[in-house]
């Protein structure tokens, strides 16, 4: 299966960016005639044949489409500290996306070792992991924001914290159910400050463990992803 994301999709004909003509004609060598399939990122699954297989703008024709193909029924957001290494960060992002979560919203804590995020690299890395996985919802990436901003988001749905302090508090999989919408606060290596905890509970954040090891912080973030899918299974 050769799978290609197109974003824009309006009609039952369309012509690939050149990137991904190239790919398409001089990589893979594909032909007039031969099938492939087409992501759209909000839903729509895509059979298509090439009609002229030109390694610039490459044209297609569309047979078949599916819409909400894959559809979950829970809506995730992570937010999450970036690492101080790139990859790992990157990794986090891949994963997750194979995994299922529908927003990744970068935060910067009092901790935070990294304040900065190349944005275009790390949506590449997104869509790659979509096609791999045959994901038709495209994970959304935020702009990087600050923990106090961030806190104060209107979401409509459960709100958790989680962090390594020892105080009582229950596993994630006990804190959710089924079909909910759920946003979720993971730290930097260094976690949440004790003060940025509390300014949560607050803003009506409920605390959560994800299990009894101290995880790193891209582990914690799959961890988390993969425990609400879990749950929904």
């Known amino acids: ?15 690939l960016n050149e990137e991904e003509s190239k790919h398409c004609v001089r990589v893979l060598r594909l032909k007039i005639g031969d099938k492939i399939t087409l992501l759209d990122g909000v839903g729509g699954f895509y059979i298509a044949e090439i009609t002229n297989s030109h390694p610039k ?25 970036p690492t ?28 935070s070792e990294r304040k900065v995020i190349k944005a275009e690299r790390m949506n590449k890395r997104i869509i790659s992991a979509a096609k791999q996985s045959i994901q038709a919802y495209r994970p959304q990436l935020s702009e990087l924001q600050k ?3 961030l806190i104060n988001i209107d979401f409509k749905g459960k709100k958790l914290i989680a962090h390594c302090f020892d105080t009582e ?13 759920v946003l979720i606060l993971i730290g930097p290596e260094g976690d949440f400050t004790l003060e940025e905890v509390e300014m949560a509970k607050n803003k009506g954040f409920e605390e959560i463990s994800l299990g009894e090891s101290r995880l790193r912080t891209e582990t914690a973030g799959i961890v ?10």
């Open 1 to 15: 299966m050769y799978i290609f994301y197109t974003p824009d999709i309006k009609s039952d004909k369309y012509t």
């Open 57 to 81: 703008h490459c044209e297609i024709k569309i047979n078949q489409t599916e819409k909400e193909y894959g559809k979950r029924n829970y809506h995730l957001t992570i937010a999450i500290a």
């Open 84 to 111: 101080k290494n790139n990859d790992r960060f990157e990794w986090f992002l891949e994963k997750s996306t194979e995994i299922g979560v529908d927003e990744i919203i970068p935060i910067i804590t009092h901790q």
């Open 147 to 149: 923990f106090t901003d």
């Open 169 to 181: 508090k229950p596993y994630l999989k006990n804190s959710i159910n089924k079909n909910d919408r």
């Open 224 to 233: 988390a992803v993969h425990t609400v899918a879990l749950v929904n299974q």
